[in-house]
């Protein structure tokens, strides 16, 4: 099975930074999805890494360590608009498991 | 990126029926389909994982005879949720992808209220 880890909650202001964590233990690790979610909607796609390091797309970033079995997302810049589920989720074999998803509220 | 298309959005049921929901991959060929469930202020939970022609493999703890699912073409999956109960009220949304290391894409969700 696979245990995956992040945070429940965080709150930021606007215009600032926040970094979202995410640990993970799994086999055959085929790569680590960031998706967010706002309430009562399917989750839309951020990022995906599937080696080492961090890839950024705009004001969102990832990072990956698999020797570590940790990533994070990184969303600069904050706006009301990001306040939402943020959710990790690990691809592996021919599954894909999502962590409990990180609320991340947005203050003015 | 790619469309997947889930009906109903929502549905209202009485006890003891079943209902059926759909999830289409509109513009690409889906070998893999999730199902998952999520209720309020939780994340998604994997229920089952389907491929096409072949019968889903179901995460511990669900019952397979409660919930049917069907994978009969490349770009069709269904959940049925058989004899519901309030209980099994919640937000159940597809995902499916065409290769198992790129990105799931999501359909709209379903949300079931059992009474």
């Known amino acids: 099975g696979q245990n995956i880890d992040q945070p429940t909650e965080m709150t930021a202001t606007e215009g600032a930074i926040v970094q979202i964590n995410c640990t993970y233990q799994t086999s055959g690790f085929n790569g680590l999805f960031w998706y967010q979610q706002h309430a009562g909607e399917a989750p839309t796609f951020l990022s995906y890494n599937v080696l080492d390091g961090l890839e950024e797309k705009g004001r969102f970033s990832s990072f990956l360590s698999r020797s570590k079995g940790y990533s994070y997302l990184l969303l600069k810049e904050l706006q009301m608009k990001d306040s939402a589920s943020y959710l990790c989720?690990?691809?592996?074999?021919?599954?894909?498991?999502f962590g409990g998803g990180t609320r991340v509220l947005v203050k003015p | 990126g790619a469309v997947v298309s889930q009906h109903p959005s929502w549905v209202i049921c009485k006890s003891g029926t079943s209902v059926k929901i759909e999830c289409r991959s509109l513009?690409?060929?889906?070998?893999?389909m999730f199902w998952y469930r999520q209720f309020p202020k939780q994340s998604l939970m994997l229920m089952a994982t389907?491929?096409?022609?072949?019968?889903?493999?179901?995460e511990q703890g669900v019952e397979k005879d409660k919930f049917l699912i069907n994978h009969a073409s490349l770009t069709l999956s269904t959940l049925t949720v058989t004899s519901a109960h309030p209980e099994d009220s919640s937000f159940y949304i597809c995902?499916?992808?065409?290769?198992?290391?790129?990105?799931?894409?999501f359909g709209q969700g379903t949300r079931l209220t059992v009474v």
């Open positions: 989720a690990v691809a592996a074999g021919n599954k894909l498991t």
């Open positions: 389907s491929n096409e022609g072949s019968k889903a493999t179901y």
């Open positions: 995902s499916a992808t065409g290769n198992p290391n790129t990105e799931a894409f």
């Open positions: 513009d690409f060929q889906a070998t893999t």
